[in-house]
């Protein structure tokens, strides 16, 4: 899908220049303590975490019960999931392959140790 044209600009593509110029973990929390508050950052992560638990097949009171995102927000997450722009779908996907990556390299360490 085709991004909103209301989102596209100079600053934000500045924004974004920047963001993909970080290099790992830490320099994301570097960045982003920065430039979000708190709150402003711990809702963006809420909102990720609502989305991998409604990709996960989640309940809305397993989803408010864990991340204490307002039934609102899992709404809208769920409407992005479905109806919006794939960047949730995008993001999801390259963490589960990172992640089954990982655990893929970790198997494979843990059993040359009892080889």
Avoid: W
């Avoid at 085709?2 to 994301?28: M, S, V, W, Y």
């Amino acid at each position: 899908m085709a991004t909103n044209p209301k989102l596209k600009g100079e600053l934000a593509d500045r924004l974004f220049q920047g963001i993909l110029l970080l290099e790992n973990q830490e320099e994301c929390y570097q960045f982003f303590e920065d430039i979000c508050t708190i709150s402003e950052l711990k809702s963006l992560a809420q909102r990720l975490e609502v989305a991998f638990m409604l990709k996960s097949g989640h309940t809305y009171d397993e989803i408010v019960a864990k991340t204490g995102a307002s039934t609102a927000t899992i709404s809208r997450v769920k409407r992005c999931l479905n109806y919006g722009a794939d960047g949730y779908k995008l993001i999801l996907e390259r963490v589960e392959i990172q992640n089954a990556q990982t655990q893929s390299t970790t198997k494979v360490d843990s059993d040359k140790k009892y080889e």
